[in-house]
């Protein structure tokens, strides 16, 4: 469950956009499933003449005990928090999210006690966000009912508490390693995801992510790294340090703009935590690192295989990875060696991801995307112990950028093969963290495992056929591989 805490001063204005359209005509049947009073004396009603919804009482209720608390009154006292599930969660009731509200604003203090008075609040339900997660705002004003000032303190980090808690007493999946100490993954800003629909693709951010993350797939130092990134066709800028011109300090990527646009740049650090170039650099401490100069100069040759050339990297790389998946099980749960691992095999399905949809769009780059939380290290984590396992993925990962994407459908079953085993791999790393009991990073690989799920359950997955991308970096549009049919013993493996 995440939390997501906003503040105000008008109570009216935000129960008009809680119960209007919303941003993205999401808001469907909005009402209320809890608040400091019954329901069905709080709730507003919808006008017959046009539709709309009569909030003038509602908003006074609330307002009453700001307005006994005067000149003594937070200025920002309207707290707004939504908690929202992944998609992947599914959609709850409204008696369930009712429970869950109640449990969460007590958590919080905000229902008072036998020394201090309450706040008044309600929980507002409405349709699935533009992302399709179900969720539930809560609207709460910082003054007690006998008129005293509410005032917070470290609210923000209270309230991830309260929902971890929460996610143990309803059975609740645990979706956001962050929370237990792991380096943060930036949200999607609101005008990202909108130009994203907008164009029928996947956002600029999530596209140079994954990238990013498939170019560290193998890469042995630095600037292969950044070879390989260019080598994808992203635009790469060094962020030099202000008293030495030479010294690589930071760096940022972009997508090619299409016709005379300007490119959008993204920090690394903005992509997710742990591809910011402090975090990059722990995996390669004895290497000495490029300089500027040679950021700008490195460049990488795409590769020219044959079709046959590569369909038998393909298998070959199958088999490889049905063996590592294999090993996986030697490496004991609080191993040294999991940090490595993890990572390697988050790099790999990105890798995995680029070769068979290149698009951005797909179960495999779903999977990949929770994957890399659930492999998420620690802000403050040395580097990483070599691991024999973690090398291998790392050469299969070569492998796989050498040979690139599938060019037509007979390339694309091949491919296939790869996919399927990737799945696998994925189910394994799911039991391994889960035997780790690290509750947060488990939920996130049991995520990826599902995203694979209805791939493999279809019996006719689709791997994308095509150029690897277009001169905006965007992939050429795909056709799905037809006929093909997942090895039962991999989906009966997928499903444990």
């Not at 992509?271 to 910011?276: C, F, I, K, P, T």
Request: glycine share 10%; with cysteine.
């Amino acid at each position: 469950m995440i939390p997501k805490v906003t503040y105000g001063a008008r109570v009216r204005g935000l129960l008009e956009y809680l119960w209007g359209p919303g941003k993205a005509e999401e808001h469907v049947n909005p009402h209320l499933v809890a608040g400091y009073d019954d329901v069905v004396l709080l709730a507003p009603q919808q006008r017959e003449h046009d539709g709309g919804w009569s909030l003038e009482q509602l908003a006074a209720r609330l307002d009453a005990p700001q307005i006994a608390a005067g000149e003594r009154g937070v200025k920002q006292y309207v707290w707004q928090c939504s908690l929202s599930l992944p998609a992947q969660e599914g959609q709850l009731d409204d008696d369930t999210w009712g429970r869950i509200a109640g449990r969460f604003v007590a958590g919080m203090g905000f229902t008072g006690g036998a020394e201090r008075a309450g706040c008044r609040w309600v929980a507002v339900r409405h349709g699935l966000s533009a992302k399709g997660n179900d969720h539930v705002h809560l609207v709460v004003t910082l003054a007690t009912e006998d008129g005293a000032p509410a005032w917070l303190r470290q609210d923000k980090r209270r309230s991830q508490q309260v929902a971890d808690l929460i996610e143990d007493e309803f059975g609740l999946g645990k979706w956001t390693p962050g929370r237990a100490g792991a380096t943060r993954r930036p949200e999607l800003t609101r005008p990202e995801v909108d130009r994203a629909r907008r164009g029928e693709q996947a956002p600029d951010r999530e596209l140079l992510r994954r990238q990013v993350r498939a170019a560290l797939a193998g890469a042995d130092n630095e600037a292969e790294w950044v070879a390989r990134m260019k080598g994808a066709g992203l635009l790469v800028a060094a962020r030099t340090a202000a008293k030495d011109r030479d010294q690589v300090v930071g760096y940022a990527v972009a997508l090619r703009p299409s016709g005379a646009g300007e490119p959008r740049w993204y920090a690394g650090r903005s992509l997710d935590g742990d591809l910011s170039l402090t975090q990059i650099r722990k995996r390669w401490p004895d290497t000495e690192r490029p300089s500027a100069g040679q950021w700008k100069a490195a460049d990488s040759a795409e590769s020219r295989l044959r079709g046959e050339d590569r369909m038998a990297v393909w298998r070959s790389s199958a088999i490889a990875l049905e063996a590592i998946s294999a090993r996986l099980a030697s490496v004991a749960p609080g191993s040294p060696q999991w940090p490595t691992v993890a990572r390697a095999s988050a790099e790999l399905l990105a890798r995995v991801a680029a070769a068979a949809e290149p698009s951005g769009q797909g179960p495999v780059t779903r999977a990949a995307n929770s994957l890399a939380r659930a492999a998420a290290p620690p802000r403050r984590a040395p580097a990483s112990p070599a691991s024999t396992v973690a090398a291998e993925l790392g050469r299969v990962a070569d492998a796989l950028l050498v040979a690139g994407h599938a060019r037509d459908g007979g390339e694309a079953a091949v491919l296939l093969a790869v996919v399927v085993q990737a799945a696998r791999l994925v189910v394994a790393l799911a039991e391994l963290r889960a035997a780790e009991q690290q509750a947060h990073a488990a939920g996130a690989a049991a995520a990826a495992a599902a995203h694979l799920m209805p791939l493999l359950r279809g019996g006719v997955p689709q791997v994308e056929q095509g150029q690897p991308a277009s001169e905006t970096g965007r992939a050429e549009p795909a056709t799905p591989a037809r006929g093909v049919r997942v090895d039962p013993v991999v989906e009966r493996e997928a499903q444990r």
